[in-house]
């Protein structure tokens, strides 16, 4: 018996060992890579972004990259398992450019369709919706195509796609656009040879305050029991709005625990965005010089 509770003993004092030397590792190749990018770029970085200049991490961070932010509820984090998901994401992203957009905002998709002439498909849509954090972050695009509306949801960092474009980059009123289902079709068409609309360096991002009207019940969801400020037209009867204020919870604004539980404590936060800044800023730089770069045609011979 002794024999074996040494065995198992040492065992758990290897596997410690090789978690503790994994974590070491990542956090040296981490700080290596940060050191040389630094290094490099601190010439050429004077005129991008006036906030990627000094060490701080910038707020805006943490809306432009929401996924690297990991899940806040403790039953799914591991610290190892969400430093390597990070690794992944940049590598990801060296690949594909992944532009910053919010719920609103207008999107093209180009991926790899096995059954499309060309095995290439192309689909351009409103985000109704972005959820998920790490690799399993994805968002939810609609459209209507053919007076039928569709909607396709595509993960973040799917091998499968080829190219994301934000073709109009704007936020909307509320954090989901479900209610589009129930609403108008012309309030979720949009043409898919749609010109990407450029905003100026530095501008804000605008926020559309369009109100939409919704179409006559039936509706999929009660939305009158819903905190809402983009919808308008609810004709309801007394009854549902008996219910919907009996549903109402005015209190939550002011149950600080319950932020606590659905947010990253902001320490952890810059921790987290400290790690992937300097790649994250080489992107960043790689981005604005292709989006200025001047395309060369080459010259038709004439005659």
């Not at 053919?146 to 595509?154: A, L, R, Y």
Request: aromatic share 10%; hydrophobic share 35%.
């Amino acid at each position: 018996m002794p024999i074996i509770m040494e065995i198992l003993s040492h065992k758990t004092r290897l596997g410690l060992y090789i978690t503790r030397t994994l974590t070491k590792e990542i956090q040296r190749c981490f700080s290596s890579v940060s050191t040389q990018s630094l290094e490099k770029d601190n010439h050429n970085t004077t005129n991008i972004n006036p906030d990627l200049k000094d060490g701080t991490v910038p707020v805006n961070y943490r809306f432009i990259y929401p996924e690297f932010l990991p899940d806040p509820n403790p039953r799914y984090r591991n610290h190892l398992r969400e430093k390597l998901e990070r690794m992944d994401m940049i590598a990801r992203r060296t690949q594909i450019d992944v532009p910053e957009f919010y719920v609103g905002s207008i999107l093209s998709v180009t991926y790899t369709e096995p059954h499309a002439p060309g095995k290439v498909n192309k689909f351009v849509g409103i985000c109704i919706s972005r959820k998920g954090c790490g690799l399993r972050a994805s968002f939810l695009l609609r459209n209507v195509i053919d007076n039928q509306g569709i909607e396709v949801s595509f993960d973040i960092y799917d091998p499968s796609l080829q190219k994301i474009d934000c073709l109009r980059l704007e936020k909307r009123l509320d954090d989901e656009l479900f209610y589009l289902r129930d609403a108008p079709l012309e309030y979720s068409t949009f043409p898919l040879d749609m010109e990407t609309e450029l905003l100026p360096e530095g501008f804000p991002v605008p926020v559309n305050d369009i109100v939409v009207p919704l179409n006559p019940r039936p509706w999929l969801e009660r939305w009158e029991q819903k905190e809402l400020k983009g919808i308008t037209n609810l004709n309801v009867s007394g009854k549902r709005l008996k219910k919907a204020k009996a549903a109402a919870k005015p209190w939550e604004k002011y149950d600080l625990m319950k932020a606590y539980r659905e947010t990253i404590p902001e320490e952890e936060q810059s921790d987290i965005f400290a790690e992937v800044q300097s790649s994250l800023r080489d992107l960043e730089i790689v981005r604005y010089k292709q989006k200025y770069a001047r395309t060369f045609v080459r010259p038709k011979k004439s005659g």
